[in-house]
């Protein structure tokens, strides 16, 4: 049976109706015969996430990929990359494969795999890369996320290895020995709390480096997670370089900002930290100007015991996926400059081309119906996400404006009506 | 609310010097007197009684003293309150007539407190309690031996004795 | 008041409260009998993450003094050394009914954590959380500053100046902010790598030279211990560097003038950061904030339980 969304507003700002059979688009434009009202709702294609923890294997008490995938569908995501750091780590061809039976398995949303640069995450050694390529889960991007590649030859390397076949290396800019026992953005407030401060530095000249490590093999190079006005710069200064770098954001380094950390709630406590009021600023002026090309929600759940427990003690980390697309419009809204097209750009068809997710990311007859309609219009309490296993999310008590409306990942409804679809 | 003064400031006065004239005649003389006020408005007025004591004995020098009970009251977690200043002459309570002085009797329960607090310094002879207004409703077996006015309430009013040193005026007030 | 978790937990007239409080309690200490019955039925913890004798101590005392219960849980004796959560912890002293965690330990922010999470019901006494904040030795350090130079409750004009590794001090951010919410005048003064320079922020003058610091004429010199364990690499010139440049003792102790009040959070590294001379000079105020310790200790105590909490 068909499925006809009928009257939804396209990014571009045009009228369109869709109709789907089986797991395609067959038809967009006016359209006869009824169907779903989607009168003032925005039609876009489904939301990519290029920067997901799903904890399976290996910490499943935390997030599982069924769980992740259903809180990721809830969010308006068809598709999520799933970060290495998992135990085992995912550096061998067998355990990227596993992770995408398990996503296939679950079947909200398509599970890609992210393979681990080096293995077991140490830092000492390529992992199977061009295996991980060549197995079923096809992985195009590499990370160590949670730990930078700080060695520069094994990081020169590794761009070199991707760059055979258009792979992209992930980087967790950080450089380890500055961050030491740091706990929170380095600055008058860290010292106001006597926190380790996390400088700002550490994590822009690993991004200056890698830039230049990129132009020299000519590999692809991702930042994810850019937190300072500084780096902002420094990517900006690598693209006008003619670099092939991309950036990201998360949806918390839009729209929080360190004083959060004066309550010592480890909610707050993130890796990278929260920076300053400025930075944030700076971050949006980097997505309005293209400098940041994604954003990645860092989806980092973390079970109650490594989250109720002294700050220092406590895990780096904060649930991300049922709250990003009504953080990013609200983030835009407040600029004034919201286009839909941005919007788009930064949560779907941006992050579908850097992963290399090619049946998401554009909405167009023949292609997969992985459609999400957002309702710009109506609130979303961030006290009532409820599909991760873990619970720390730092939005508790906040309302966001807009929400997902509907989701179809491969023409099957994953929400309808703001509900999470029970599938099978 | 509807305020009624009870007691003006010369009925205040009064009230003093009798309680100093019934204190002489109760202790058959100036000896061995140690007056000692419970603050907040116990502390004047028992500055009050030993100036009067020394305009009726002027050959006589009186003691007198403070006494904080904040430590010693058994509803520490009703109120957060501030610790008063405690002073009690060098000479100590032993062997003295301790005469504790406050505003209001009411439930008894400060006046046993201060009996607690004044064991800490020694044992006195006797101890003896002169209050400006007695209100009733006791909740403990304690009996002032001076009283300036006997005025029956409800458990529902409230008294307020206000004093020139801390109010700024001499009155004492029923409110409901 | 129902925790004391930090002087920011404090205005201008609950500390001037506070201090009265101690100030009267000071000369309870003074009497023959010491023992006083405010806190009878209540238990109080001294949770210790951190071994301190000397503040455990203090508490204990100020607790038994105020005839309180004290169970004394000490980390390297218990199950917190196997590994049991904060959080565990405190659920077992909820279940046996501890009126009052008194907590030191080495992270910041631990007694927050603590005082805002819904584990207890009782009151939390911050007793040193990490480099964060150790609020009843400030306390003590103002009623000593305001014994010794008779201030009452006016602390305008007067001038503080803290020694030392400020970076890494609860006690230098605790005084910090109390002699700044009492109206003193504040400044530091250590090395670069011990006084960065957004100390600033908070509201005091910073020096990198301690002749220069003193040719202020603070009214108090306050001297912290040298925490070598709280030092990682390349903090810390080296030990006879340290004392050349920033002990107080020698031409230092002999140019402050007779009324400057030399102070010390204990214990003291004599001969490193202060001179035996210094220590046991008359200026020297390092026993009388021992004792004001327990006053402060006890009027904090029975702060944080009385009142409709």
Not at chain 1, 136 to 163: H, T, W, Y
Not at chain 3, 33 to 43: A, M, N, Q
């Amino acid at each position: 049976m068909p499925i006809i969304l009928k009257n939804l507003t396209l990014a571009d700002g045009s009228r369109s109706d869709i109709r789907i059979e089986g797991d395609t688009i067959v038809e967009m434009g006016t359209i006869s015969g009824s169907g779903i009202d989607c009168d003032s709702l925005i039609g876009l294609p489904g939301f990519v996430d290029p920067h997901t923890h799903l904890r399976e294997p290996g910490f499943e008490a935390s997030e599982t990929v069924l769980s992740g995938s259903r809180a990721a569908a809830a969010g308006g995501y068809t598709a999520v990359c799933a970060m290495a750091n998992t135990l085992p780590v995912a550096d061998t061809a067998e355990i990227v494969d596993a992770v995408l039976d398990a996503g296939a398995e679950a079947g909200y949303c398509q599970v890609q795999p992210i393979g681990a640069v080096t293995n077991d995450l140490a830092g000492k050694q390529l992992s199977e890369i061009s295996q991980m390529h060549q197995s079923r889960a096809n992985v195009k991007m590499f990370s160590d996320d949670g730990i930078c590649v700080s060695d520069p030859a094994l990081m020169q390397e590794a761009l070199a290895q991707v760059k055979v076949f258009g792979g992209v290396i992930a980087q967790h800019a950080q450089d380890p020995e500055r961050t030491q026992g740091a706990q929170m953005n380095a600055g008058a407030l860290a010292i106001e709390l006597g926190l380790t401060g996390w400088p700002r530095l550490a994590e822009e000249d690993i991004i200056a480096r890698d830039a230049l490590l990129a132009e020299q093999t000519g590999a692809r190079l991702h930042i994810c997670h850019l937190t300072t006005a500084g780096g902002v710069e420094v990517v900006r200064w690598a693209k006008q370089r003619g670099i092939t770098i991309t950036a990201e954001v998360t949806p918390h380094h839009l729209l929080l900002t360190e004083e959060l950390v004066r309550s010592y709630d480890p909610v707050y406590k993130v890796n990278p930290p929260l920076r300053t009021d400025a930075d944030t600023k700076a971050l949006i002026a980097g997505v309005l100007d293209g400098t940041i090309d994604v954003l990645g929600t860092d989806h980092a759940p973390h079970s109650a015991e490594k989250k109720e427990a002294e700050w220092g003690h406590a895990a780096f980390g904060m649930l991300g996926l049922e709250t990003a697309a009504s953080i990013l419009h609200q983030v835009l809204a407040g600029t004034g400059s919201l286009t839909w097209q941005l919007f788009e750009q930064l949560i779907s068809s941006r992050p579908a081309a850097l992963t290399g997710l090619s049946d998401h990311g554009q909405l167009a007859v023949g292609r997969k119906a992985n459609i999400t309609v957002f309702n710009p219009h109506e609130d979303l309490a961030a006290s009532t996400i409820s599909q991760s296993l873990s619970s720390n999310n730092p939005y508790a008590g906040m309302v966001f404006k807009g929400r997902v409306q509907h989701t179809l990942y491969n023409g099957i409804f994953t929400v309808r009506d703001q509900k999470l679809q029970e599938l099978k | 609310m509807t305020d009624r003064t009870v007691l003006s400031e010369l009925d205040i006065l009064r009230a003093l010097k009798r309680i100093a004239h019934e204190i002489l005649e109760a202790n058959s003389g100036p000896e061995n007197l140690l007056i000692v006020g419970i603050p907040t408005r116990g502390a004047p007025l028992a500055e009050r009684i030993s100036k009067i004591l020394k305009e009726i004995e002027p050959g006589h020098s009186f003691e007198s003293g403070v006494l904080d009970i904040t430590l010693y009251r058994d509803d520490q977690d009703a109120a957060s309150r501030q610790l008063g200043h405690t002073s009690i002459p060098v000479s100590g309570v032993h062997d003295k007539t301790v005469v504790l002085v406050d505003d209001v009797l009411f439930s008894g329960r400060t006046i046993r407190a201060a009996l607690d607090a004044l064991t800490e310094f020694g044992r006195p002879r006797q101890v003896k309690l002169a209050v400006l207004v007695d209100r009733g409703h006791r909740e403990l077996p304690i009996r002032p031996d001076f009283v300036g006015k006997n005025l029956p309430t409800a458990i529902s009013e409230h008294v307020a004795v206000n004093l020139v040193e801390i109010d700024g005026v001499d009155q004492v007030v029923i409110s409901e | 008041m129902k925790h004391l978790v930090s002087i920011k937990d404090l205005n201008i007239d609950s500390a001037i409260s506070l201090l009265a409080s101690s100030q009267e309690l000071a000369l309870v200490n003074q009497r023959q009998v010491k023992k006083l019955p405010t806190l009878r039925g209540k238990t109080v913890v001294n949770l210790f993450y951190e071994n301190s004798t000397r503040t455990r101590i203090s508490f204990e005392i100020a607790a038994k003094r105020l005839s309180a219960d004290v169970i004394n849980f000490d980390a390297s004796t218990s199950s917190l050394s196997k590994g049991e959560s904060l959080k565990d912890t405190a659920l077992t002293l909820e279940a046996l009914g501890a009126d009052v965690i008194v907590m030191r330990h080495p992270m910041s922010g631990a007694a927050q954590r603590l005082a805002s999470s819904d584990w207890i019901r009782g009151s939390v006494i911050n007793a040193g959380d990490g480099s964060h904040e150790h609020p009843t030795q400030a306390l003590l350090d103002a009623l000593t500053m305001q014994q010794r130079l008779d201030l009452g409750s006016n602390f305008k004009g007067l001038k503080v100046l803290i020694v030392g590794d400020i970076l890494h001090s609860r006690v230098a951010r605790s005084n910090i902010f109390l002699l700044k919410l009492l109206g003193a005048e504040v400044s530091v003064a250590g090395p670069e790598t011990l006084v960065p320079i957004e100390i600033s922020k908070l509201g005091v003058t910073v020096h990198h030279d301690f002749d220069q610091a003193l040719a202020d004429q603070p009214n108090v010199v306050m001297m912290l211990r040298v925490q070598a364990e709280r030092m990682s690499k390349d903090l810390f010139p080296s030990a006879s560097s340290y004392v050349k440049f920033w002990s107080l003792g020698g031409h230092r102790l002999a140019g402050l003038g007779p009324e400057v009040v030399i102070m010390h959070p204990g214990p003291m590294n004599r001969g490193f950061e202060i001179s035996a001379e210094a220590a046991d000079d008359p200026r020297s105020a390092v026993l009388q904030q021992v004792t004001n310790g327990l006053a402060v200790r006890m009027a904090v105590l029975q702060t944080t339980l009385s009142g409709g909490n």
